[in-house]
């Protein structure tokens, strides 16, 4: 019997993606799905105790003794409150005391940001630093600092959000009203459209990052435009923030190699140069599991 496993739960706002994982950070299987449209809170208990039992139906060898869960949106880990996510409405939820009797398990949760910054201490590139930047990179741009080894939060919970750090005033307009914000101009669908202007050709971040692997010099070009705003962004952070390393994740940053030349010629660029000189910037540990892995994160220690 195995009792080191972790029962993890990355709560996506579209999706649900459940894993027993060991407290290596090796994991054992997977099960996910995409939510229904309109979902409840009753949806989400429904698949996550549907999900547990598939896992352990499995693997009858694993007997979870915690379970981790990342949020996508507001929570309060102290409360165990889910507080609110946008996409779904969601809020008010008191996820882990509801949880904790259906599946009779010590829950931890955590913002899904806030647990990935975590993630990469206990499984990933920041075993040995205790000062670091988080920076994903997807269909949006969420960061997390994370300072004596706990993520900092801010006054009002929002912290680290450098997505509406503004890096070009010139270029396309964000949802929260500025124009050029990283996340305007640097995430997945940012890039889509990007290119769209440049060539007229409508194709997905992924499909130019193919297209800039096979040597197309527009795509080439979009990507390390992307790569340049996303190291100023990290350096105007060092300027005030002055951390150790700035870690990068999310799935733009599968194609960190064609920006990372880029990204670090920005940051020297933009950041205050003498004291952030020895600051480093890295690819995420975590690779395709960065969520699942941070809701194992969380039970680590516990
Ligand atoms: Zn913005």
């Not at 139906?57 to 889910?82: F, H, Q």
């Not at 962004?233 to 060092?238: D, S």
């Not at 140069?273 to 540990?285: C, H, L, R, W, Y």
Request: aromatic share 10%; charged share 20%; with cysteine.
């Amino acid at each position: 019997m195995k009792n080191n496993v972790i029962f993890a739960c990355d709560i996506g706002g579209s999706k649900l993606l459940c894993g027993f994982v060991d407290d290596n950070g090796k994991i054992i299987d997977t099960q996910k799905a995409i939510f229904p449209q309109n979902y409840t809170i009753e949806t989400i208990e429904e698949y996550i105790i549907d999900f547990y039992n598939k896992l352990k139906l499995r693997n009858p060898e694993c007997s979870p003794y915690v379970c981790g869960m990342t949020i996508p949106g507001l929570a309060d880990a102290k409360k165990g409150m889910w507080v609110y996510a946008c996409f779904s409405g969601i809020g008010n939820y008191p996820i882990v005391e509801r949880m904790g009797k259906k599946l009779q398990l010590p829950i931890y949760i955590e913002n899904d940001v806030n647990a990935c910054a975590l993630a990469e201490k206990v499984y990933g590139v920041c075993n040995d630093c205790e000062n670091y930047f988080w920076m994903t990179v997807s269909n949006g741009v969420g960061g997390a600092i994370v300072i004596n080894g706990e993520v900092y939060g801010g006054a009002f919970g929002g912290a680290g959000e450098i997505g509406h750090v503004v890096v070009d005033e010139n270029s396309l307009i964000c949802p929260c009203g500025h124009h050029g914000c990283v996340e305007a101009v640097a995430a997945g669908p940012a890039i889509s459209t990007r290119y769209e202007m440049m060539t007229g050709k409508k194709m997905t971040s992924a499909e130019i990052s193919l297209l800039a692997r096979n040597g197309e010099k527009d795509a080439i070009e979009i990507f390390e435009k992307t790569g340049e705003y996303i190291g100023k962004a990290l350096g105007k952070a060092a300027s005030f923030l002055n951390l150790e390393r700035y870690v990068l994740g999310g799935g733009v940053m599968q194609s960190f190699d064609l920006m990372e030349y880029k990204i670090n010629e920005a940051f020297r660029k933009e950041a205050f140069a003498s004291p952030n000189k020895d600051a480093v910037i890295v690819q995420t540990g975590l690779k395709y599991e960065a969520g699942l892995l941070g809701a194992a994160a969380l039970t680590y220690n516990k």
